[in-house]
């Protein structure tokens, strides 16, 4: 079965940066889109970006342009969000999710458990 | 681009249907038939339970339904059930390379 597991909650200080991992498996990893969203707490839920794990391109939200970098490891499965330049607002629930690859896979279909990024002095 | 309008909550008793509204623009939902709703309990990640404005996922079950009209898309949970209770957040689709997906407000659904 379909399974996205994040690594675990991260407690920064102002200015620092922050990494998540998103580990996929029970699909072809290379063949569908992962995006991440966030949620704030006691907010709703923000489009960040997607990677596309096969190629390595990738699209974020003119929000988190120059502050996000998606990246992954194919070898492991697994994609990466770090996000630079931490500042309280930062703080939030993060989500990998998976997207098909057709143009018409528009909508999340698995997501990961969340990891939990802290900001705080 | 803005979030998409929800209301903020919604109520019913067991049984009963309840609707949720999501008002985007015609650069979102009146633009595409994308449109995807998602549960959430607290603590929990959120579950797809329609896409492409009315389509189930395997195992959701027929209760849940999805229409558009227009820039506004709605979900409406027949036979409201306790376990129902939740946030419900709808989605569209805006465009590749602009911002993807849009994400609504979210609604408070309660079951009294």
């Known amino acids: 079965q379909v399974q996205l597991v994040q690594s675990g909650a991260e407690v920064k200080k102002p200015g620092a940066s922050v990494k998540v991992s998103c580990k996929a498996s029970?699909?072809?990893?290379?063949?569908?889109?992962i995006h991440w969203v966030r949620q704030a707490p006691g907010q709703g839920l923000e489009w960040m970006g997607w990677?596309?794990?096969?190629?390595?391109?990738?699209n974020s939200a003119q929000n988190f342009q120059g502050r996000i970098t998606m990246t992954r490891d194919t070898s492991i499965n697994t994609a990466y969000m770090e996000l630079s330049r931490l500042t309280s607002d930062d703080t939030a629930m993060y989500y990998c999710?998976?997207?098909?690859?057709?143009?018409?896979?528009?909508?999340?279909?698995?997501w990961g458990q969340g990891t939990l990024v802290i900001v705080s002095s | 681009q803005s979030a998409l309008t929800q209301p903020r909550s919604v109520s019913g008793s067991p049984g009963q249907s309840v609707t949720i509204s999501c008002t985007g623009t015609?650069?979102?939902?009146?633009?595409?038939?994308?449109v995807s709703w998602y549960q959430q309990h607290p603590g929990t990640a959120p579950k797809l339970v329609i896409y492409?404005?009315?389509k189930r996922p395997s195992g959701v079950p027929d209760r849940f339904s999805g229409s558009k009209s227009g820039n506004t898309a709605s979900l409406t949970i027949s036979g409201l059930q306790t376990e129902d209770e939740a946030y419900y957040y709808c989605?569209?689709?805006?465009?590749?390379?602009?911002?993807?997906?849009?994400f609504g407000t979210g609604t408070k659904v309660s079951v009294l």
């Open positions: 999710a998976r997207v098909g690859a057709r143009y018409s896979d528009n909508y999340f279909d698995y």
């Open positions: 029970g699909y072809t990893f290379t063949g569908d889109y």
């Open positions: 990677i596309n794990p096969n190629s390595g391109s990738t």
């Open positions: 015609g650069s979102d939902v009146g633009n595409y038939d994308y």
């Open positions: 492409d404005v009315n």
């Open positions: 989605c569209s689709y805006a465009g590749f390379y602009t911002l993807p997906f849009v």
